[in-house]
């Protein structure tokens, strides 16, 4: 239920203010859309050329929030209503972006354009009207460990100083210029580094979100279902796709890769905390993940495969994963983060968050939403007779 007398970390009574969410027709717009409209009194200038995954929070009645939410189909390359949005609200948070893997050596120049190009008016309008900005960044800011660089037997490699990730100190380490796959992590650091610049010279009022490997329901697309049949998506929904379909999971190089996994629901948490905590977020990175839950893609793939047959009563396959090259599943220009944990002193001193979902229990309740939204279609679409040419 929203409640109109939240506090804040320090006591102080929260205002309600009102939000130009950029990106709010996306994963993690959605899920914080439904946070801040259930349980908070602030309104929402949701921004996005989609909605389908906030349809269920636009209906104009039957919801007691129906009036604290309007969308706007706006692409913000091109569209000169941006500035009167961001001059109305209090605050803008900025979530647009081209952010999976498989577009960034494929398609580097319109994620350089969505990452950089596309961002810069957003902190231009919110540093000339002297609006808040909370800007997602994202963990791969941070590229390659600088223990990756050590060799394979060395006892450094097991010293968390060569691994550990900390917003304040750790290096940002990409490849070669030819390794496309690093113009995503260095568009978005060129636009943090322009965002810290703003602070510092012209008093921007601003919070940068890097995101680890958030996951949960509405998490890209199924492809063929609800995305094109030859789109990538991030690895939730590939390996996701390939359990309701009953093929093998693919791991890419060996899925020897080391990721850690936090639950949406408790990164959302860490979000309204930044929001409705202006003097202890303002002018902070934060690193946002869950640095208990970390796996090799491989123990990913087990994992995953376990979990669906629970939710599913399905049997797993007898193989359930095969090797691929990066080559052959992202193409040429393809380049891979090998360890990525978060430093959590940071975000647990300013705003005392932690999360709470294991591995397990976040993939039971995702993989249970899958499940759920798409084996009926999935049969359906397998069931189909092919068209005759
Ligand atoms: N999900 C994660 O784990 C993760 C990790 C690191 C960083 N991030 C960052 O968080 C942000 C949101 O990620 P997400 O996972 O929700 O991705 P998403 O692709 O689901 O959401 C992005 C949304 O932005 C919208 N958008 C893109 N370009 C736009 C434009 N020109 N005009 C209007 N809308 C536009 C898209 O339509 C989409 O709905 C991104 O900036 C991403 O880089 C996410
Ligand atoms: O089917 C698949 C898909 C992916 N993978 C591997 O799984 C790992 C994770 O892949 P994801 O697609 O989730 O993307 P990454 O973790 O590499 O990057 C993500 O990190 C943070 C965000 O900024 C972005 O959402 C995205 O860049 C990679 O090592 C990838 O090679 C597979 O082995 N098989």
New binding site residues.
């Given amino acids: 239920m929203a409640s109109s007398a939240r506090v804040d970390l320090d006591g102080k009574p929260v205002r309600a203010i009102s939000i130009c969410m950029?990106?709010?027709?996306?994963?993690?717009?959605?899920h914080l859309c439904e946070k801040i409209l259930s349980e908070t009194q602030h309104k929402i200038l949701a921004?996005?050329?989609?909605s389908d995954?906030i349809k269920h929070l636009l209906e104009p009645d039957g919801h007691p929030w129906a009036d604290r939410i309007q969308f706007h189909r706006?692409?913000?390359?091109h569209d000169s209503r941006l500035e009167g949005l961001i001059k109305m609200a209090d605050l803008t948070i900025?979530?647009?972006?081209?952010?999976?893997p498989a577009d960034y050596n494929t398609r580097p120049l319109d994620t350089i354009y969505?990452?950089f190009i596309?961002a810069l008016p957003v902190v231009k309008y919110c540093s000339e009207n002297g609006k808040r900005l909370i800007h997602?960044?994202?963990?791969?800011v941070y590229g390659k460990t600088v223990g990756s660089f050590l060799p394979k037997d060395s006892p450094l490699r097991q010293d968390p100083s060569y691994y550990v990730l900390k917003e304040d100190a750790s290096p940002c380490i990409f490849g070669a210029i030819e390794k496309q796959r690093w113009s995503?992590a260095c568009a978005?650091q060129l636009i943090e580094r322009l965002i810290y610049a703003e602070g510092a010279e012209n008093g921007l009022e601003f919070t940068i979100?890097?995101?680890?490997?958030?996951?949960g329901p509405r998490?890209?697309f199924i492809p063929g279902v609800d995305g094109p049949s030859e789109g990538v998506p991030?690895v939730l929904a590939c390996f996701s796709n390939n359990l309701l379909r009953g093929e093998p999971l693919k791991l890419v190089d060996g899925g020897q890769s080391q990721r850690t996994f936090v639950y949406?629901k408790d990164a959302i948490e860490a979000i309204l905390l930044m929001i409705e905590n202006p003097a202890r977020a303002n002018g902070h990175i934060f690193n946002v993940g869950n640095p208990n839950n970390e796996v090799t893609v491989k123990q990913l793939a087990e994992i995953m495969t376990q979990v669906y047959s629970k939710v599913s009563g399905e049997p797993s396959l007898e193989v359930p994963t095969i090797d691929v090259s990066s080559k052959e599943f992202y193409g040429e220009g393809y380049d891979d983060s090998d360890k990525r944990i978060p430093d959590m002193t940071i975000i647990n001193k300013q705003l005392g968050w932690n999360p709470k979902t294991s591995l397990w229990d976040l993939l039971e309740s995702t993989l249970t939403y899958q499940h759920r939204t798409y084996a009926e279609a999935i049969k359906r679409a397998v069931a189909r007779p092919v068209a005759s040419s």
């Fill in positions: 950029i990106g709010a027709g996306g994963f993690i717009g959605s921004v996005d050329v989609y995954k706006i692409n913000i390359k900025n979530l647009a972006a081209i952010c999976t969505s990452n596309d997602f960044s994202t963990c791969e995503y978005k979100v890097r995101p680890f490997n958030w996951i998490m890209d991030r949406i």
